[in-house]
């Protein structure tokens, strides 16, 4: 009997292909954008990557793009103040801010949360949100948080497990374990979860593939 939200199973080489070539030309950072009204034109499809501070959302995303500092990669949690974008192709890649814990003012932290909120349920040009999970630590509440609004806006999401290296593979299964019995709770979730270490590369193509193949 198959799992529910298996891991995403290894792409042909057509799909590897797709996803090479998306990534393979000219990416760049647009802006960052700190209110709804300094978006870019909703002129192409994109995919956002969300998950709490200091998940690995930057260093996914230089992975994802072959460019190491495309995206800034801090150890400071909250570093990201603002939905910064870049393109790849003709695709927008959204860095949205980091939730959870930030080190930085309340008063800060919670317009990047309103701003997060009014990204996710009004970009019509979202076709998928990349929820990135610590393979560390599985989904926490703050987590939840973040998955429950995806499920309010009809955002499908995808659960990206990252910095899978760190983890011995029995220690994952008992995560896996966890996420998927977590996900079962949510109507807007995306039924395979994808393994990832921006340090080591793995699983990054298997993504590129995934992102190329979204309509």
Same mark, same amino acid.
């Given at each position: 009997m198959?799992?529910p939200?298996?891991?995403?199973?290894?792409?042909?080489?057509?799909?590897?292909?797709?996803?090479?070539?998306?990534?393979?030309?000219?990416? !760049?950072?647009v802006?960052?954008?700190?209110a709804?009204?300094?978006l870019?034109?909703?002129?192409?499809?994109?995919?956002?990557f969300a998950?709490?501070?200091?998940?690995?959302? *930057?260093?996914l995303?230089?992975a994802?793009?072959?460019?190491k500092?495309?995206?800034r990669?801090?150890?400071?949690?909250?570093?990201?103040?603002?939905?910064?974008?870049?393109?790849a192709?003709?695709?927008?890649l959204?860095?949205?801010?980091?939730?959870?814990?930030a080190?930085?003012?309340?008063?800060?932290?919670?317009?990047?949360q309103?701003?997060?909120?009014?990204?996710? *349920?009004?970009?019509?040009?979202?076709?998928?949100?990349f929820?990135?999970?610590?393979?560390?630590h599985?989904?926490?509440?703050? !987590?939840e948080?973040?998955?429950?609004?995806? !499920? *309010?806006?009809?955002?499908?999401?995808q659960?990206?497990?990252?910095k899978?290296?760190?983890?011995?593979?029995?220690d994952?299964e008992k995560?896996?374990?966890?996420v998927?019995?977590?996900? *079962?709770?949510?109507?807007?979730?995306f039924p395979?979860?994808?393994?990832?270490?921006?340090?080591?590369g793995?699983?990054?193509?298997?993504?590129?593939?995934v992102?190329?193949?979204?309509?």
């Amino acid at each position: 009997m198959q799992l529910p939200f298996p891991l995403v199973e290894d792409p042909d080489k057509d799909a590897l292909e797709r996803g090479r070539k998306l990534f393979a030309g000219e990416t !760049d950072f647009v802006k960052g954008v700190v209110a709804m009204s300094g978006l870019p034109p909703a002129d192409r499809m994109e995919v956002c990557f969300a998950g709490r501070s200091n998940v690995g959302k *930057s260093s996914l995303i230089n992975a994802l793009t072959g460019r190491k500092g495309l995206a800034r990669a801090s150890n400071t949690p909250g570093r990201t103040q603002e939905i910064n974008f870049f393109t790849a192709g003709d695709l927008y890649l959204v860095d949205l801010p980091g939730y959870g814990f930030a080190n930085a003012p309340v008063a800060v932290v919670e317009k990047w949360q309103r701003l997060l909120k009014q990204y996710l *349920s009004g970009r019509q040009t979202l076709r998928r949100a990349f929820v990135l999970i610590d393979t560390r630590h599985g989904i926490k509440k703050v !987590d939840e948080e973040i998955l429950s609004l995806l !499920d *309010s806006a009809a955002v499908t999401f995808q659960v990206v497990m990252t910095k899978a290296d760190k983890v011995k593979a029995a220690d994952q299964e008992k995560v896996l374990a966890q996420v998927r019995q977590a996900l *079962s709770k949510h109507p807007a979730a995306f039924p395979e979860i994808i393994l990832t270490s921006s340090e080591k590369g793995d699983g990054i193509p298997t993504l590129r593939s995934v992102i190329a193949d979204l309509d």
